[in-house]
């Protein structure tokens, strides 16, 4: 939260900032719970950096507290579900829940379905699964994926055992609440002929091959490189140690997750809840091993260099001037995402005010909600900004008669009369991000009319 200022706001924040001005019970791209968290906060707390982020640093918080119990769970003391608990201070956690996203939220669903499942297994209570399915079904309100951690759950479950689980009446019980709870969103869903799926298709188009060459690399980083010691020694565990059986289906998930997301070609993230769950058990098993005074010092000595490396990538410790010489930011997707929107705003702001009445569309939704963020301030009438991404294509379009346009990041010549290039964006800092030098373009006079003409601006990404 120290550092929750330093930069601006990340794409994604100005795109749940907006969807938050528009309820729905569900959007193309996603469930409502992350937009409407933005919402609340931006009630609770003032449209402020801080406040908008606030939630997720709760989320990391709550990550180290599942990290633990999830360790004492296996019997970790004080020394193992300290070590656990670092994880959330990892470069995975770090990075993710530094800004508001849905992923914060969702590993945190995902470590709580996973200790309530350790927790039913463990005890031999199986009362807990109720538990899951409550916390999936909730979590199905943030995000889908939570799904996957089921199918995987039960495929491990099959695999490995214990297979009495699968027969426990408690277990489909607490499935079938989490149903219910879930239901309005599967229903957004079937009525609106299952978008969820055409954006993983799109997504799987655009960004397959990038997500299938960082699966690997992901994981070893997701808590950090030399805490990944930590999370390999708890997956081997799970997969030996008799008295880890009855949860050894958390390591087999893993493993069968895994090739599914290569073939999926999904995001490498997908599987960071199941990792911490790995990683909080190796952090039980890792307190076993440090009983030397060497090894505790080695121990010790891993987890400041990892929290060090972790916050020097993830966090924006360093000014932009040492950024552009350093060259992290450019290596974290997150970082380069919040940099330069009052600037690009104010560079399409001055364009816009040549053409009065023009309506403006961007690219993006980072672009979007730029403009709807800081454009009021600059003369900019929200009412003309639009975008074809994702949910932004349904909710709005340019009204028909709109003769002229400022097009920001959209190539689309052939749809005008005429089109001239008037300006390019940029931050003013030698920082590569998805915006920096994008055209900004003046065209006039719709070659079709505007129910016609907008479809072909729509793109999942």
Same mark, same amino acid.
């Given at each position: 939260m120290l550092t929750s200022g330093q930069y601006g706001y990340h794409r994604d924040e100005l795109y749940f900032r907006f969807l938050g001005q528009h309820p729905a019970w569900g959007y193309v791209d996603q469930p409502p719970g992350t937009p409407m968290i933005a919402r609340a906060a931006v009630w609770l707390f003032g449209d402020t950096l801080w406040g908008l982020r606030l939630p997720s640093a709760l989320a990391v918080a709550a990550v180290a507290m599942l990290l633990a119990l999830i360790a004492r769970e296996v019997g970790a003391g004080a020394v193992g579900q300290s070590l656990a608990a670092v994880g959330a201070a990892g470069t995975g956690v770090l990075v993710v829940g530094h800004v508001l996203?849905?992923?914060?939220?969702?590993?945190? &669903?995902?470590?709580?379905? +996973?200790?309530?499942?350790? %927790?039913?297994?463990?005890?031999?209570?199986? =009362?807990?699964?109720?538990?899951?399915? &409550?916390?999936?079904?909730?979590?199905?309100?943030?995000?889908?994926?939570?799904?996957?951690?089921?199918?995987?759950?039960?495929?491990?479950?099959?695999?490995?055992?214990? %297979? @009495?689980? +699968? =027969?426990?009446?408690?277990?489909?019980?607490?499935?079938?609440i989490g149903a219910v709870i879930a239901l309005p969103n599967a229903i957004y869903q079937v009525v609106n002929d299952?978008?969820?799926?055409?954006?993983?298709?799109?997504?799987?188009?655009?960004?397959?091959?990038?997500?299938?060459?960082?699966?690997v690399p992901f994981q070893i980083v997701a808590i950090g490189l030399p805490l990944f010691p930590v999370l390999a020694a708890g997956v081997v565990c799970l997969l030996r140690r008799p008295q880890l059986r009855p949860i050894r289906a958390f390591a087999v998930a893993y493993l069968l997750l895994?090739?599914? +997301?290569?073939?999926?070609?999904?995001?490498?993230?997908?599987?960071?809840?199941?990792?911490?769950?790995?990683?909080?058990?190796?952090?039980?098993?890792?307190?076993?091993?440090?009983?030397? &005074?060497? /090894? /505790?010092?080695?121990?010790?000595?891993?987890?400041?260099?990892?929290?060090?490396?972790?916050?020097?990538?993830?966090?924006?410790?360093?000014?932009?001037?040492?950024?552009?010489?350093?060259? +992290? !930011? @450019?290596?974290?997707?997150?970082? =380069?995402?919040?940099?330069?929107?009052? @600037?690009?705003? %104010?560079?399409?702001? @001055?364009?816009?005010?040549?053409?009065?009445? !023009?309506?403006?569309?961007?690219?993006?939704?980072?672009?979007?909600?730029?403009l709807h963020r800081y454009g009021p301030e600059l003369g900019m009438d929200t009412g003309l900004i639009f975008s074809g991404q994702n949910e932004l294509h349904r909710i709005a379009r340019p009204a028909d008669g709109t003769e002229v346009v400022v097009l920001v990041g959209v190539q689309a010549p052939s749809m005008f009369d005429s089109c001239r290039v008037e300006g390019r964006l940029d931050s003013g800092w030698d920082i590569e991000n998805e915006e920096q030098g994008v055209l900004i373009s003046v065209c006039r006079g719709p070659v079709k009319p505007w129910t016609e003409l907008w479809p072909a601006f729509q793109h999942y990404d």
């Open positions: 996203t849905t992923v914060a939220f969702d590993a945190v &669903v995902w470590l709580a379905v +996973l200790l309530f499942a350790a %927790r039913a297994l463990l005890r031999a209570d199986p =009362r807990w699964w109720v538990g899951v399915g &409550v916390t999936a079904g909730v979590g199905m309100w943030n995000k889908l994926l939570v799904v996957l951690l089921i199918l995987a759950l039960l495929a491990a479950l099959a695999v490995a055992g214990p %297979r @009495e689980a +699968l =027969r426990s009446r408690w277990l489909w019980i607490g499935f079938g299952f978008p969820q799926l055409s954006m993983a298709a799109a997504l799987a188009e655009n960004k397959g091959d990038e997500a299938r060459a960082l699966l895994l090739p599914v +997301l290569f073939v999926m070609a999904a995001q490498p993230y997908y599987a960071a809840g199941l990792a911490l769950a790995c990683y909080a058990v190796g952090a039980a098993v890792t307190e076993n091993w440090a009983r030397s &005074v060497l /090894r /505790r010092v080695l121990l010790v000595a891993a987890v400041v260099v990892n929290v060090l490396l972790a916050a020097a990538f993830a966090l924006p410790v360093f000014p932009l001037a040492v950024q552009e010489t350093i060259g +992290l !930011a @450019e290596m974290n997707q997150v970082s =380069r995402d919040q940099i330069g929107w009052p @600037e690009y705003t %104010r560079q399409v702001a @001055e364009i816009a005010a040549t053409v009065p009445g !023009a309506a403006v569309i961007t690219s993006n939704y980072g672009e979007h909600g730029a």
